[in-house]
C-alpha cells in the first residue's frame, strides 16, 4: 500500500483517500521539503497552497524523491498554461471543478489496480437538442428491467419536468421530494424508493418540477444520489440530456459507462465539439470516455457512414439505430 503526502488547505481530499481503504498513511501539509517526502509514494500538491511559480522551481527535488505527482489546477487559465510543460515531466494535471470525490477517483484509477467506479451505472449523454437521448435511455431501462428482472433505476436528470412518453403522476414523486435530504447527505435507500415510480422492477425517478431550481444541483448533490442509486439496484440508467447542467457533469462523472446519442446532423458533431473544447477538457472528460450511439440513421451515400462517424467524433460505435417511419 502506497503512502500519500497532499499539500493543501483542503482537509476534505485526505477524508476522501482515507474511505477507500486503498492506501497505507495519508499525510498533509503546507510546504514540502526532503524529510516531509520521505517514503513518499504519492505526492499531490494544491496550486491554492503553492502557486505554479514556486511549484516549476522546486519540481526537480521532489520528481526524484516521489515516483506519482499531481498538480491541481484551480481554474482554466492555470490548467491550460500549465498542463503541456508539466505533463511532458510525467506530472498528471487535475482539471479545476472536480470535486474531492472525482479527484479522489482520478488518482485511485492510475494509482489502485483493478479500480472501478460506478460499475452498475450507463449515463447516456446527447450530443445536442433532438438527438434522441431521452427516447434512447428510458427504452434501454424499459427493456433491460423487462428481460433481467434485475432491479433498475432509471434517473432523469436532463434539467426537464417529469419523464418524457410516460403518463404519469409527479405529485408525490421525483427529485424534488428528496432534493434537501440529498443535499444534507442524509437520504436512506428506502426513501429514495418512495421517490420513485415503480413498474415491477423498474425505478423511474422524475426529474426536478420545478425548472428554475435546476440551477441549485451542483455535481457532488448528483454524485451522492447516483452512488446511493448504485448501491439501491441492480442497475442503474441515467438521461443526462445535452446541456450543461450540474446534473449531467454529475451524472457523467459518477457513471462508468458513457454512452453519447448522436446523428448524422453535422450540427450535432459541432455542439458536442464546442462541449469539449470548452467545458469537458476542464472536466477531465475526453471523447474516448465515450460510446457512440448513432440514432435515426439513414443510410445513404449523401450522408456519413456510422464507421466515418465513430472516427470524426474520436468514439467507439456501440450501435446504430436506423431511421424507421
Known sequence: MKNILIISKNSNLKTELEKTGFFKNIKTG????????????????????????????????????????????????????????????????????????????????????????????????GSGPGAGTSMISQSVAQVLSDITGKST??????????????????????????????????????????SCIKSSSLYFLPGEKEISKVRHYQPDHIEKLVDLCSETFDVVIINGGSAITGMSIGALNSSKLKLLVTTQSDKHFRNFNNLLDQIFVNLGISSDDFSLVVNKYIDSSELETEISLAKKYGTALASVIPLLE
Open 30 to 125: 503546507l510546504s514540502f521539503g526532503s524529510k516531509a517526502l520521505d517514503n513518499i509514494d504519492i505526492l499531490i500538491v494544491d496550486d491554492k497552497t503553492i502557486p505554479y511559480s514556486q511549484y516549476i522551481q522546486n519540481f526537480s527535488k521532489f520528481l526524484k524523491l516521489v515516483r506519482s505527482n499531481y498538480y491541481i489546477a484551480g481554474d482554466i487559465d492555470t490548467h491550460s498554461t500549465i498542463n503541456k510543460v508539466l505533463s511532458s515531466y510525467g506530472i498528471i494535471v487535475i482539471p479545476p471543478f472536480l470535486t474531492d470525490t472525482q479527484i479522489c477517483q482520478k488518482i485511485c484509477s492510475l494509482t489502485v489496480e483493478d479500480f472501478t467506479t460506478g460499475k452498475n451505472t450507463v449515463c447516456f449523454f
Open 153 to 194: 433505476g432509471f434517473l432523469s436528470l436532463d434539467g426537464s419536468e417529469g419523464i418524457d412518453y410516460f403518463d404519469i403522476d409527479l405529485d408525490s414523486h421525483g427529485l424534488g421530494q428528496i432534493k434537501e435530504r440529498l443535499i444534507n447527505n442524509i437520504l436512506s435507500p428506502e426513501e429514495l424508493k418512495n
